[in-house]
């Protein structure tokens, strides 16, 4: 495992005129593939720091650029690249991934796109992503919309409550689990100003819960 850890800290960033015009689930199968062929399982926290280190300007965190935003890696992988949507990759990030047949093909082609940058058409930004920026400006739509916040909800009206574990708690965060807890206590700040900005009392009460699940102020 420490030789794992040790090839995904090493890996090199592209230049971003190599990859800002390439979708991030191109890059995200493109990434699975390359661990794959370098021995590596496919887990979510290699995947997630992988793409990060080897793209950071499409998946670092807006406040905090020098981490990954995990969360939203891990609502990509759970939602674009399954079966019941783009086809290349199967799995959960509770255990591990594996890619279809499809997604090798799409990842050589976005390895092409990489190679030969002026073959990329420009994009724009997409409605999520505008929708996560302005969230970062102190927009609450996008704890109100994650799975964690609807769980966590719906755990207050039933009596056999679904467990809301740590792992979900550090995704959402876009944290990971060797993450200084001082950062993680900022994320949790920063988190909380937006729900009192926007007087969304109650995603400031689901935001104070997560901290305490994990000893936070």
């Known amino acids: 495992m420490d ?17 800002k015009n390439v979708i991030q689930d191109q890059l995200a199968i493109f ?16 995947i997630g720091v992988a793409l990060f ?8 965190l807006i406040t905090f650029k020098e981490f990954p935003d995990l969360y939203r890696i891990s609502n990509m992988l759970r939602l674009h690249l399954r079966p019941s949507d783009r086809n290349w990759a199967v799995g959960n990030i ?52 994650s799975g964690l916040f609807k769980k966590w909800r719906e755990n207050k009206k039933e009596k056999n409550k679904e467990e809301i574990s740590e792992f979900e708690i550090l995704s959402f965060l876009g944290v990971m689990s060797f993450t200084k807890m001082d950062i993680i206590q900022k994320r ?25 699940s994990l000893n936070l102020k």
């Open 3 to 19: 030789n794992y850890k040790k090839t995904v800290k090493n890996l090199k960033p592209y230049k971003e005129e190599q990859y």
């Open 31 to 46: 990434t699975m593939d390359l661990l794959e062929k370098k021995g590596i399982p496919l887990y979510f926290e290699y």
């Open 53 to 60: 280190k080897l793209f950071p300007k499409k998946f670092a």
């Open 94 to 145: 509770k255990t591990n991934f594996s890619i279809t047949p499809l997604g090798r093909e799409f990842a050589k082609e976005t390895e092409r796109l990489l190679n030969n940058p002026e073959r990329q058409k420009n994009i724009r930004t997409n409605k999520d992503e505008a929708k996560r920026i302005k969230s970062i400006q102190g927009d609450v739509d996008e704890i109100l919309d």
């Open 188 to 212: 949790i700040s920063r988190l909380r100003d937006i729900c009192k900005n926007t007087k969304n009392s109650e995603a400031e009460v689901f935001i104070n819960n997560i901290a305490k």
